[in-house]
């Protein structure tokens, strides 16, 4: 199993601010990681997959990088609409496996 | 534009067999290019891959719940279903199904249905 550890778990930020999470692997996955949008009572969405490839209809402020081990999602001009928990999740070994989540949430 | 819909029984007994169904619209499951998945998430946390399907009737599972896990496919009804044996609270969890991609690079999941709420209580 591979073992996924997000950070934060919890982010403060305004309108605005660029915010960055980590999404750390137990073993090497290359690029095979998708990066979700969750709102609370909703189901996630995609925004990134591949690592760093925009999922159709994301907004550009939107970007993820990395391979192998090491993973991030930058959202370079926060908006009141990304307040929500965000989620990795690695599609290179059975079984799936997401992130803990990082909830982003008003400053 | 393909929709996913989730159904079944929002409450079951302890020890007893939850079923649920995904019902896609606007679409065929029979296309070929998509595996279709089970995902839960327990009120309040992260989220786990129970399982997938491809429309062959071939199947992947997570190991952790395995020996109670079984996806099944009727492509005559646009269907899959999921039934998980011997529930405990622990398996009390908004459940989702997901379409993920048959690509050499793949893709995540990236349709989902709105989940439905199973409680497991007596």
């Known amino acids: 199993v591979i073992w996924m550890t997000q950070s934060p778990s919890l982010l403060s930020a305004s309108t605005g601010d660029r915010v960055t999470i980590s999404c750390r692997m137990s073993?090497?996955?290359?690029?095979?990681l998708a990066w979700y949008q969750q709102k609370p009572g909703k189901a996630p969405e995609l925004l990134i997959y591949?690592?760093?490839t925009l999922q159709s209809g994301v907004p550009s402020r939107f970007s993820g990088s990395g391979s192998g081990t090491d993973f991030t999602l930058t959202i370079s001009c926060l908006q009141s609409e990304d307040f929500a928990t965000y989620y990795c999740q690695q599609y290179y070994s059975f079984p799936w496996t997401f992130g803990q989540g990082t909830k982003v949430e008003i400053k | 534009q393909v929709q996913l819909q989730e159904s079944g029984p929002g409450l079951v007994k302890p020890s007893q067999t939850l079923s649920l169904t995904c019902t896609v619209s606007g679409g065929s499951i029979s296309s070929g290019s998509y595996y279709w998945s089970w995902i839960r998430q327990p009120a309040g946390k992260g989220l786990e891959w129970i399982g997938r399907?491809?429309?062959?009737?071939?199947?992947n599972y997570n190991p952790s719940l395995k020996s109670r896990v079984t996806i099944s496919v009727d492509t005559s009804k646009n269907q899959f279903s999921l039934k998980l044996s011997s529930v405990t609270a622990a398996d009390t969890a908004v459940y989702y199904c997901?379409?993920?991609?048959?690509?050499?690079?793949?893709?995540?999941?990236?349709?989902w249905g709105q989940g439905t709420m199973v409680t497991v209580s007596s």
């Open positions: 399907i491809y429309t062959s009737g071939s199947t």
């Open positions: 997901a379409r993920d991609e048959v690509a050499a690079a793949g893709i995540g999941f990236d349709i």
């Open positions: 591949a690592a760093s």
């Open positions: 073993q090497g996955i290359s690029s095979y």
